[in-house]
């Protein structure tokens, strides 16, 4: 095992100079020159003295850890009067030296076997540099001595103010500790240890009872085995469903990920868009196993908590949905399959059956054929790909093109092929330790609120109609408007060229171009721009309201109240239901694969082949046949 460095603290010095009382006092806690040192007096020295100068007694001294080795060194400095400077600050083996110079006096310790047992292995007994005697010498105490003495002294007076815990170090030992240490020391010390996994468990009828209670119309669910052992859940606020139902695209993203504990529970979450093209989620589930049952258990709940009857489009993996279609639960809705996950499911499947050049080709006709907005270009892609490999062809076809191409989807995608759009949503999950189900459930909600406060506080500066996105990317086909020409037509119907001859027809009453666009997006393409410019129409009043600032504010209008976090005293157990773990389940590691070394990472060349019998690597010359 190597062993984890430790930055070295730094060096205790013996200094004697008074601070002016009115000096700066700085709030870097990790700097160990944290105290001021004022003149002890006699008592506080003797009593220094008396209580420090045996915390080192000499070899085989034990400590429970290093941490504690640190301060009994602090302590026999001070209580001795000298000054060191650590050689070696392991978290297996520490060294420290006098720091005068020519003074031979070190202590050596190392941690027990594998047990964190700390153990004095070498001490010098005497100093040549005159140590001894703490009145002429006064070194400073590191950052955590501090935290020790405020503990001590909270022990005896749990209310003792950060002032009156100064005072007390200054009476007792002789020395003015800065406020900002003591108040950091105050509050570690009111640190309650964390909630364990098992714990939160049973924490989660009291957290959906404050759910409730303090978001009237939020829907939280708890479902448990027979054994009271956990089995879902299902969390959706009102401020999210409101915002869903009166601001945003009716687009819903369906993901998953593992929670990392020893549960391998999976967090489900279903995400919308904002009209800002950011994410808005709606709600999550925690199950104990991701399958079709409970993938249906969870759009069960959705649709109960949204309550809505218009169509809505769902982004996600194929597999959701594989034995009971989403259409099931919500009529006439439409599934896009995730296009992210059909070209991994593509890579593993006929990785090592043709090369990585090879592969690479036909993914790149696989997005052109998602991304076609006509059936000609969507026929001509996979036309590509079947002249490549009509394996990875017949594939892709399997695979349910009416799912994610384009030309033959029937929903309202807005241009997204992927369900990856949550990144940000599990980022939030990971970016902090997460002790328990109880503090997951609290750090989304957590999250989730300080969404809805910051982006109801941006849009306040917005001063256009559109988001600023949406804005973007208008001006964006305003300039490509500006190199087509559109002849004269006295109906609503437009032909459009561009500098190639290629002719778009637009239909302004209808929002329709022949390019699809339009239709798929939601605001006018470059032709519809041209043809409204050139009518002198605002482009605004053709564009959907989904993407206007005060669809936006709808979104984001209500807000979502506090709730008691999951180590606080407040969240006592008010439900009588009982709520064990689940069982543990065994994942099993993929089997390991042996990675290709690729040696040349070049461009893609030809193989050798032989004129005389038609072998591959070699040429007539060295053919083996012929020789």
């Known amino acids: 095992m190597v062993d984890e460095p430790v930055t070295p603290a730094a060096s205790v010095s013996g200094a004697t100079e008074q601070l002016d009382s009115s000096a700066s006092l ?61 050689k070696t600050n392991r978290s297996r083996y520490i060294i420290a030296n006098c720091k005068a110079e020519g003074c031979p006096w070190t202590i050596q310790a190392a941690r027990l076997s594998t047990t964190k047992l700390f153990l004095i292995k070498r001490m010098s007994e005497t100093h040549t540099c005159g ?15 501090v935290k020790f003495l405020v503990k001590e002294k909270l022990r005896d007076s749990p209310n003792a103010k950060p002032r009156e815990i100064i005072n007390e170090i200054l009476h007792d030992y002789g020395f003015k500790a800065r406020y900002a240490h003591v108040w950091r020391g105050v509050e570690s010390a009111k640190e309650k240890p964390q909630v364990s996994y098992d714990e939160g468990y049973n924490q989660i009828p009291s957290l959906f009872k404050q759910i409730i209670e303090n978001n009237p119309g939020s829907m939280a669910t708890l479902v448990t085995g027979e054994d009271l052992s956990f089995h879902l859940l299902f969390v959706s606020l009102q401020a999210s469903l409101h915002g869903f139902k009166n601001g945003c695209r009716p687009l819903l993203f369906l993901d998953t990920m593992t929670i990392k504990s020893k549960y391998q529970s999976e967090l489900l979450t279903a995400t919308a868009l904002d009209g800002n093209e950011g994410i808005f989620p709606v709600a999550f589930a925690v199950v104990d196993v991701v399958n079709d049952d409970n993938w249906h258990w969870f759009l069960v709940q959705l649709k109960s908590a949204l309550s809505i009857f218009q169509p809505v489009t769902f982004v996600a993996d194929r597999r959701v949905g594989f034995k009971k279609p989403i259409s099931m639960i919500f009529k006439n809705s439409h599934h896009g399959y995730c296009l992210h996950r059909l070209i991994e499911g593509l890579k593993g499947d006929f990785n090592g059956s043709c090369s990585e050049e090879v592969l690479q080709v036909i993914i790149t006709h696989f997005y052109d054929a998602a991304r076609a907005t006509a059936l000609d270009g969507f026929r001509q892609s996979i036309e590509n790909i079947r002249n490549i490999s009509p394996e990875a062809c017949e594939w892709i076809l399997q695979s349910g093109p009416e799912h994610w191409s384009n030309a033959l989807f029937q929903g309202s995608r807005y241009g997204y092929f992927s369900s990856n759009v949550a990144e940000t949503f599990y980022s939030w999950v990971t970016e902090l330790p997460i002790t328990s189900i109880a503090k997951l459930i609290e750090t989304i909600c957590c999250k989730m609120m300080e969404l809805m406060i910051t982006q109801k506080s941006d849009s306040c500066l917005w001063l256009t109609k559109l988001t600023p996105a ?66 002198e129409r605002s482009l605004y009043d053709y564009c959907s309201e989904y993407f206007t600032v005060d669809a936006f504010r709808s979104t984001y209008s209500n807000s979502i109240n506090p709730i008691a976090t999951a180590d606080m005293a407040v969240l006592k157990k008010t439900s009588t239901i009982e709520v064990r773990p689940p069982a543990l389940r065994h994942v099993l590691d993929p089997p390991k694969r042996r990675k290709k070394k690729y040696i040349h990472k070049g461009p893609f060349k030809r193989p050798l082949h032989c004129s005389k019998c038609q072998g591959a690597g070699h040429n007539r010359q060295t053919c083996h046949l012929f020789s």
């Open 131 to 145: 140590a001894g005697n703490s009145s002429s010498r006064h070194p400073k105490v590191s950052s955590k001595l």
């Open 470 to 535: 949406v804005e973007f990317k208008l001006e964006q086909h305003i300039l490509k408007a500006n190199m087509l020409q559109v002849p004269v037509s006295l109906g609503s119907t437009f032909e459009v060229c561009d500098s190639l001859g290629a002719i778009n027809v637009v239909n302004i009453d209808l929002w329709d171009c022949s390019c699809r666009e339009w239709q798929l997006k939601g605001f006018p393409c470059c032709h519809a721009v041209a043809v409204l410019q050139q009518l």
């Open 26 to 86: 700085t709030t870097d806690v990790d700097n160990q020159n944290n105290l001021t040192p004022e003149a002890p007096n006699a008592n506080a020295l003797q009593k220094l003295v008396k209580s420090w100068e045996n915390c080192l007694t000499g070899l085989e001294q034990r400590f429970n850890n290093a941490h504690d080795f640190r301060v009994a060194l602090n302590k026999f400095s001070i209580a001795h009067g000298f000054e060191y400077t650590f």
